[in-house]
């Protein structure tokens, strides 16, 4: 078994060297983009943990670590843009 934040690590290092999903390209994509898309993944998952179809288990893991990984760009994403004394 693959601890979670593994899991989340290896799909962002994924994204970014198979998909060019870096963050510098992601400060490119509107604000709203990459928690919209962690939301579709998470949606996926939430399907998979309540019809159980064959082979769900790995899907929702799957789609899990997807979102968890945008979850982590969009954090990123907006404290790259906080400024210097900015509150959390």
């Known amino acids: 078994m693959t601890a979670p934040l593994d899991l989340i690590a290896a799909e962002r290092a994924r994204q970014v060297e198979k998909f060019g999903h870096s963050p ?3 400060r490119a994509l509107p604000i709203r983009h ?3 898309e ?3 993944y998470l949606t996926q998952a939430i399907e998979d943990l309540h019809f159980r179809r064959e082979g769900w288990e790995q899907h929702a893991i799957r789609k899990l670590a997807q979102a968890g990984a945008l979850i982590c760009a969009a ?3 907006i404290e790259a843009e906080q400024q210097p ?3 959390i």
């Open 24 to 26: 510098e390209a992601d």
């Open 34 to 36: 990459l928690p919209l």
């Open 38 to 40: 962690a939301q579709r």
């Open 75 to 77: 954090i990123d994403r």
């Open 85 to 87: 004394g900015d509150p």
